[in-house]
C-alpha cells in the first residue's frame, strides 16, 4: 500500500452533524486518607520467648484447672507482646475425635480475645471463640471443647488478640 495516500473520511449520515472530538473529565481525585479513618493499629504482635511469662504459669494454671478438666497440656505455651489490635497465632494439629480447648491471661491487656480457627485466610472456620470479658480467655470451658469434625487430622491456628489495651499475654492449647 503506499504511504503518500491520504486517509478517506468516514460517511456520516445524511443531515447528521459532523463528529466532534470528546474529552474526557479527569477522574474525581481520591478522599483524603483521614475520611477512612485512623490507621489500623493491628498487625502481629512480637512472639516472645515463654522464659519472660514463667510469673504467669500459676495463673495460668489455675485457670485450665478450672475450665480444662480432665484435659491434657499439648505442646508448651506460647505468648506474645502486644499493643492494642495486634494479632498471635499458634498453630498445632487437631486429630479426628480429639476435642480441644485454649486458655490465656493477659497482663496490661484489658481485653482479650481468643478463638481457634481451620483454614486458611480468607476462608476461615471459627470452631470456637473465647466469651468471657477482661484479661482472662477460655474456649471450650468446662467440658465444652471444640472438635475436629474431619475425619483426618487438620492444621487449626489459636488466633489471640489485644482487643483493649497494650501488654503480654500466654496462652496454652489442651485436648482430650
Known sequence: MPT??????LPTQPGAPPPTASVKPPPAPLPPLAAFGPPDPGGAATSID????????????????THMIKMQKEGPPFA????????LEHTF??????????????????????????GEPPVTAVLGKDEM??????????????????????????????VAGAGTAVARVYSR
Request: net charge positive; with cysteine.
Open 4 to 9: 503518500n495516500v491520504a486517509p478517506m473520511p
Open 80 to 87: 506474645g507482646q502486644f499493643n492494642e489490635g495486634q494479632v
Open 93 to 118: 494439629e487437631v486429630l479426628p475425635g480429639r476435642c480441644y480447648g485454649v486458655v490465656a491471661i493477659a497482663g496490661g491487656i484489658t481485653e482479650l480475645g481468643l478463638r481457634i480457627e481451620l
Open 50 to 65: 515463654i522464659r519472660h511469662m514463667l510469673r504467669a504459669a500459676p495463673a495460668l494454671n489455675q485457670l485450665a484447672a
Open 133 to 162: 470479658k477482661g484479661p482472662q480467655a477460655v474456649v471450650g470451658p468446662s467440658g465444652n471443647c471444640v472438635r475436629n469434625t474431619l475425619p483426618t487430622p487438620d492444621e487449626a491456628r489459636v488466633v489471640m488478640t489485644a
